[in-house]
């Protein structure tokens, strides 16, 4: 919600959410599970704004930052005096979902130095074009950190969206 205050699009995004969720939503204290009804409405009413692939992004990009503030900073810190690549980061990712997500899993695959595929299965929220491509932002985030200055995240295959979606994730 801070993101999407943020990026002046949270007026817009309450008038979209859902009214069986709204007060839910709108009151509940990070960091607090939500069922995955609450989270659904949330994604719903995100993906209704219809956001460019490059706002999504930026807002995936702030969210993947303001984790990285509280998670990953003392990861960081530690790896830049052994030399951080995006692979440190990236060798965190399942201890990351765990602490983000209850249910589904992640699987990370090495295919070459500066080249990753990032699989997710058994999210229901991947079905959200919002979420997919803020997750996209959210991964970018973490390959800079990583020392990746120019990142590239994309979604490559959501043929069965909501039991399997890959991301390749590419940097110099």
């Not at 530690?78 to 030399?83: E, F, K, L, P, V």
């Not at 932002?137 to 890959?166: C, F, N, P, Q, Y």
Request: hydrophobic content about 45%.
């Amino acid at each position: 919600l801070t993101t999407l205050r943020e990026h002046g699009f949270f007026e817009r995004y309450v008038g979209y959410l859902n009214a069986r969720h709204k007060d839910t939503i709108l009151q509940t204290l990070a960091p607090e599970w939500l069922a995955l009804d609450v989270a659904m409405a949330h994604y719903a009413a995100c993906d209704a704004l219809a956001l460019s692939n490059d706002q999504l992004l930026s807002v995936g990009e702030s969210v993947g930052n303001r984790i990285q503030g509280t998670f990953i900073a003392t990861l960081v810190k530690r790896a830049r005096s052994i030399g951080l690549t995006p692979w440190v980061p990236f060798g965190q990712f399942d201890r990351l979902w765990e602490r983000l997500m209850q249910g589904g899993a992640v699987a990370l695959y090495k295919k070459a130095p500066k080249d990753a595929s990032i699989e997710v299965r058994n999210l229901p929220l991947a079905r959200f074009a919002y979420f997919r491509a803020g997750f996209c932002g959210v991964i970018a985030s973490g390959a800079k950190l990583g020392a990746g200055r120019a990142v590239s995240v994309k979604v490559t295959d959501m043929r069965e969206v909501e039991t399997r979606l890959v991301f390749a994730a590419s940097w110099v």
